[in-house]
């Protein structure tokens, strides 16, 4: 068996750190969760949704796949944004991909890769829907930097295309959704343009986003 005794010392130290500046911090976070975030990301070891945002534990309420993605048929990812928005009533879901990603590499390439072929279809669809776009790309990195950015706006639009979200809308619930993309070489995240809070701005705002990437820099 591995031994995990350091992962055990690592966690000794962070408590006892964070009741050294602040003694009350953990009484705090045991007595109710009321994040205003929901942050649907990626799986990718390098993307902490807390750390990027600044955000303490208890402030963001997050749910990762491979590649931040939104499928209607994923009762997981569905299952999170209905609590999120119907119990925590978080008021924005931020959906934040990053360049880099693993997942989209693979899906532009068509890697082989085993049973997550399947999950990475749905960004092969996104590379088929946005083909003539792509094609105006030459330098092969670029190509697959705004797949990452283009698969952000294809989520935004099927979380606000989900019931959750609609129903939400329809009763009068102030909720924001938000595309972000996050850059492994200098930590920043950057807003692509899609924050979308009533269902009579989904398609318009998508289209323009999708303009706002197609202008040159």
């Known amino acids: 068996m591995s031994d995990l005794k350091h992962l055990f010392e690592k966690n000794r130290e962070w408590s006892s750190g964070i009741r050294k500046d602040d003694p009350e911090f953990f009484a ?29 534990p208890g402030e963001v309420f997050v749910h990762r796949n491979i590649a931040n993605q939104v499928v209607h048929s994923d009762l997981n990812c569905l299952s999170v944004l209905q609590y999120g928005v119907d119990a925590l009533r978080v008021k924005h879901i931020l959906v934040v991909g990053h360049y880099g990603c693993g997942g989209v590499k693979a ?14 279809r749905h960004i092969q669809d996104v590379k088929q829907k946005h083909a003539a776009r792509l094609a105006t790309i030459s330098n092969e990195s670029s190509v697959i930097d705004r797949l990452c950015e283009l698969n952000v706006v294809e989520q935004v639009l099927n979380v606000c295309q ?16 938000h595309g972000w993309i996050f850059g492994l070489t200098d930590g920043l995240v950057r807003d692509l343009g899609i924050s979308i809070d009533a269902p009579g701005e989904v398609q318009a705002t998508y289209e323009k986003a999708l303009l706002t990437l197609d202008a040159p820099a």
């Open 28 to 56: 705090r976070l045991s007595r109710l969760q009321a994040p205003e975030y929901l942050w649907i990301g990626c799986s990718d070891s390098r993307v902490p949704a807390n750390q990027i945002a600044g955000l303490l």
């Open 162 to 177: 989900t019931t959750v979200v609609q129903e939400a809308w329809n009763r009068g619930q102030a909720l924001t959704i």
């Open 107 to 120: 899906a532009h390439g068509n890697l082989r890769l085993g049973l997550v072929d399947n999950w990475l």
